[in-house]
């Protein structure tokens, strides 16, 4: 089963969002830009973690990106 719990949210102003190490940040290697295919906007950022059994299970952050709900 898994668990997913809102971490915050991204706005994103340039249709482009890029996920990095914060060490890394002024340096600006090493990162991953993804083009959203939606514009500009605030989305929901959530981290899902998966509880298997061992311990060993898979986890992710997921950007709703689209129309949001008011």
């Given amino acids: 089963m898994s668990e997913r719990k809102l971490a915050g949210t991204v706005q994103i102003d340039s249709g482009e969002v890029a996920i990095v190490d914060p060490s890394l940040i002024l340096q600006m ?8 295919e939606c514009g500009e906007g605030k989305f929901p950022v959530y981290f899902e973690k998966d509880d298997a059994e061992g311990g060993y299970g898979k986890s992710r952050i997921i ?3 689209g129309p949001q709900e008011k």
């Fill in 29 to 36: 290697e090493d990162f991953l830009k993804i083009s959203t």
């Fill in 63 to 65: 950007i709703e990106l």
